[in-house]
C-alpha cells in the first residue's frame, strides 16, 4: 500500500485524493465499488477523520464518488451527460447512456397556481394546476428531485397505470394528444437542502444543479413548468455550439 507522506508540501487530503483517484482510474476500484470507509481510511493511513472526509468530499464533487447514506461510499460510473440541445425525457436521457431509468411518484395533486407558476404557464394567480412530484432515479441511484406543475384546466388528471415509471411526455403524446416542441430552459448551482438533501441521498449543503423548464406544444402554449434539483455529483449539462 502506498504511504502518504506527511513531511511533504502537499496537503495530506489531496494525496490521499490523489492515491483513491489513481486506483479509480487503473481499474482497481471498479465503478459501482463500495471504497473504504472514512474509518478505515484514517486506520490504513494514519490520518485525521477530517482529512478522509475532505479527500472524499472532493472526489465526490469531481463526480468520481458518490454517497448512499446508511450504505457507504461508491466508485462512480461517471457523470450523466444531458444534451441540452433536445427536448428528451428523463427515460429517454438515461437510456441514451446505458442506465436504466427508474422513478418514484412522491404526490400528484391539484392546486391553485401562485404568482411564479401562473407566470411560467401563462395562466391566472388561482387557477388550477396539476403538480406532479418524482424522485429519479439511473441504475437505482437517486440524482434528481423532479417538480412539475401542469395547466390544470388542460391535463385535469394523469392516469399513471399504477406504475412509478411511467412517462409523462408519452402520456400527454398519446393520451391526450398534447405534441411537446420546444422549451426554455435554465440552469444554475445550488445547496440541497432539508429535504431535498434527504431524498437524493446526499450531505446538508451538498452542491445540487436546479433546473428549470418550460416546455410549449406546437400551438406556442405552455404546458408543463418542471424545477428539478440534481446532484451535483452525478449530473453534467452539454451543449453543442456552431459558428453562424
Same mark, same amino acid.
Given at each position: 500500500?502506498?504511504?502518504?507522506?506527511?513531511? +511533504?508540501?502537499?496537503?495530506?487530503?489531496?494525496?490521499?485524493?490523489?492515491?483513491?483517484?489513481?486506483?479509480?482510474?487503473?481499474?482497481?476500484?471498479?465503478?459501482?465499488?463500495?471504497?473504504?470507509?472514512?474509518?478505515?481510511?484514517?486506520?490504513?493511513?494514519?490520518?485525521?477523520?477530517?482529512?478522509?472526509?475532505?479527500?472524499?468530499?472532493?472526489?465526490?464533487?469531481?463526480?468520481?464518488?458518490?454517497?448512499?447514506?446508511?450504505?457507504?461510499?461508491?466508485? @462512480?460510473?461517471?457523470?450523466?451527460?444531458?444534451?441540452?440541445?433536445?427536448?428528451?425525457?428523463? +427515460?429517454?436521457?438515461?437510456?441514451?447512456?446505458?442506465?436504466?431509468?427508474?422513478?418514484?411518484?412522491?404526490?400528484?395533486?391539484?392546486?391553485?397556481?401562485?404568482?411564479?407558476?401562473?407566470?411560467?404557464?401563462?395562466?391566472?394567480?388561482?387557477?388550477?394546476?396539476?403538480?406532479?412530484?418524482?424522485?429519479?432515479?439511473?441504475?437505482?441511484?437517486?440524482?434528481?428531485?423532479?417538480? +412539475?406543475?401542469?395547466?390544470?384546466?388542460?391535463?385535469?388528471?394523469?392516469?399513471?397505470?399504477?406504475?412509478?415509471?411511467? @412517462?409523462?411526455?408519452?402520456?400527454?403524446?398519446?393520451?391526450?394528444?398534447?405534441?411537446?416542441?420546444?422549451?426554455?430552459?435554465?440552469?444554475?448551482?445550488?445547496?440541497?437542502?432539508?429535504?431535498?438533501?434527504?431524498?437524493?441521498?446526499?450531505?446538508?449543503?451538498?452542491?445540487?444543479?436546479?433546473?428549470?423548464?418550460?416546455?410549449?406544444?406546437?400551438?406556442?402554449?405552455?404546458?408543463?413548468?418542471?424545477?428539478?434539483?440534481?446532484?451535483?455529483?452525478?449530473?453534467?449539462?452539454?451543449?453543442?455550439?456552431?459558428?453562424?
Amino acid at each position: 500500500m502506498v504511504a502518504v507522506d506527511k513531511e +511533504s508540501r502537499i496537503p495530506i487530503y489531496l494525496q490521499l485524493k490523489e492515491l483513491i483517484k489513481e486506483r479509480i482510474l487503473q481499474g482497481e476500484y471498479r465503478p459501482g465499488q463500495l471504497i473504504p470507509s472514512e474509518r478505515e481510511l484514517c486506520m490504513q493511513y494514519g490520518i485525521s477523520r477530517m482529512t478522509a472526509r475532505q479527500a472524499i468530499g472532493e472526489l465526490q464533487n469531481e463526480g468520481y464518488l458518490y454517497k448512499l447514506q446508511g450504505k457507504g461510499t461508491f466508485v @462512480s460510473s461517471g457523470k450523466i451527460e444531458q444534451n441540452l440541445a433536445a427536448l428528451t425525457s428523463f +427515460s429517454e436521457d438515461m437510456k441514451r447512456t446505458g442506465r436504466a431509468p427508474g422513478s418514484k411518484i412522491l404526490a400528484i395533486e391539484n392546486l391553485r397556481a401562485d404568482s411564479q407558476t401562473a407566470g411560467k404557464l401563462s395562466l391566472s394567480i388561482g387557477a388550477p394546476v396539476l403538480r406532479l412530484c418524482r424522485l429519479r432515479y439511473a441504475d437505482a441511484k437517486p440524482i434528481a428531485f423532479e417538480d +412539475s406543475c401542469l395547466d390544470g384546466a388542460r391535463i385535469k388528471r394523469i392516469d399513471t397505470g399504477g406504475s412509478d415509471n411511467f @412517462s409523462l411526455y408519452r402520456y400527454l403524446r398519446d393520451e391526450l394528444h398534447i405534441e411537446l416542441c420546444r422549451a426554455i430552459e435554465t440552469i444554475e448551482t445550488t445547496l440541497l437542502c432539508g429535504r431535498h438533501a434527504q431524498l437524493l441521498q446526499v450531505p446538508e449543503n451538498a452542491q445540487g444543479l436546479l433546473m428549470e423548464r418550460v416546455t410549449y406544444d406546437r400551438q406556442g402554449v405552455p404546458v408543463e413548468y418542471v424545477r428539478s434539483f440534481y446532484r451535483g455529483d452525478t449530473y453534467k449539462f452539454v451543449i453543442e455550439l456552431k459558428s453562424l
